[in-house]
DNA sequence: CTGAAAGCGCTTACAG
DNA sequence: CTGAAAGCGCTTACAG
């Protein structure tokens, strides 16, 4: 039976009053007696228990993040960021893993972290408006990253901007024909990273004048796997690509191992760009456009931190962070000449 | 103000102690009772604080996950095994990012898990003797995944042997100069795994009559970036290795970059073979040492569900899962001829 | 500076 | 089948 707080206080020769006072810091304690409050809570092993500290005190001390699948890097990076600053301001981390379509509206129905914490990050879930509606009955504080929500403090980076820089990399470097790897347009996630990517990349082709071909357009799902297929795919087409710009490094890397499995050299045959800058990229040599997920997920937490203890007076904050093209060693040239040199 | 127990009870015109049956299905409540208390509950958006519930029964319903790197792939795919089957038994997963000899010594000296969680799971941690007493005062039911504590359940794989198959098949390759990539001998953490996976590599090398070479025994932290510098490290040796043994992925998905970097062609040059089968392995065509990681979470889930429901009696589980040797692209037989056909 | 008491929102014997 | 009441272990006005 471990130790309550009436037990500290009868050893120490006091009320439970004067224990809570004494344990949690507070004034108006005489030393002499903090003192003998805090040997008896040492001698008894005493830690209070934090559900009756919450009941009475009507918060939680826990932060709620929602991700739609924590096994990606992506997510573990993000959620190691928010989770640093969290536990550092005392409070835990309840980690809701909301994976699929229909996880995601059960999760949004009956927001089983009501009550539970004292407020939540969201990972890129997109949300719809009757969802938000919700939410904000809730009056749980809500911090988005990877989506901005009119009312909910967010943090984001400038997915289309990014990828039309990625796009033009390719184009300076000669390529004409580029392939993108996004997500099914009709993604039933709604998830706004492909939207807006595929945005970028469409701009950055017409701006120079190239031809946006829908069967270069190809759904790699975001994995691995998902971008080996969406690039044997592409490699189909009567008139293939000479460069992909894929939205994720892992379908950067899938792609890169179907295009080596068909005989193509990258960068030589094929140019690939990646996106996020996994921590695998410069392992393969992947060109990629670097995003700093680690500190989405610290700035996400400070915003929720703020949230919870100074009153949200004036604007709701948005924090946009940079990103940067990191080229290493599978975007080259353009050949000079496409076909084999035996085929003509 | 969100709706509360007594709410429901005057809306639906019975008393709390009712609403609190009706809710939770327990028996002994009239159909039509529970029917109208089910329906005040939907109208008014109930949900039941779970603080106080928890503070009248005694019990979190909340597991908690002790992890030294959350962000590591091999972490986050036993977290998510664990999570699935926690979570679908109702619980909620708390976690403990655990990073550094200071910050686990830290952990379980507070041990903040007591009162808040009703078992944890532990992977990978090593544990003093004294805190294995502590533990088993706070009366928290434990699992460890990858080591294996007496009194503990707990979920293994068999390191030593793995680790001597994966050694074997390069000697079966004729390689000789084995390098191994491990984590410093005199580890803080005192990991288990690396000792164990040692221990393998070098009987294997014994019982074929090898010399155990202590300048092929190269730390390498169990990252990328160990791995990359460990393998710089081996090349240094008079009479380098012409295969290598990392005891993970990632540590050898390093080791390749660093090698390809020095002009050696892999496998030609130097083989390589891993362990884990890290979901990057396939597409970099790493051999390597196959271990179920996803089952090891949901194990660990499985056997503390058990303890949390079933009195405990009888003897403690210890759960031991299999490898299995995955051969892909890295290693291949030992050259005949060692230098350059130039350097005669 | 300290204590007695109410209250946080539930669950659970106990009685009927 | 249902309710009144005690209790879970804290915190927080309120009084002194």
Redesign the pocket.
Known sequence: M?????DV?SEA????????????G?????????DRVLLAARDLD????P???R????RTKTIGMVVPLFTQWFFTQCVAGAEAVLTAAGYDVLLYNVSGADGRVRFLESMPFR?RVDGIIVIDLPLAVEEIARLNEAAVPVVTVGLRIEGFPSVTIDNVTAAGQATEHLIGLGHERIALLSNLPDDPLKFRAPVDRREGYQRALRSHGLHVDPLLDVPGNFSLEGGAEAMAHALLAEDPPTAVFAESDEMAIGAIKTARDAGLAVPEDLSIIGFDDHEMARYVGLTTMSQPVVAEGEVAGTLLLEQLTDPPQGKVPHVELPTELVVRSTTAPRRAVLKPVGSA
Chains 1, 2 share one sequence.
């Open positions: 471990p130790a309550s707080i009436s206080a020769g006091v009320s439970v009053a004067t224990v809570s006072r004494a344990l949690r507070l004034p108006n304690v005489a030393p002499s007696t903090r005493y830690i209070a228990d559900n009756a500290s009941l009475a005190e009507g009550k």
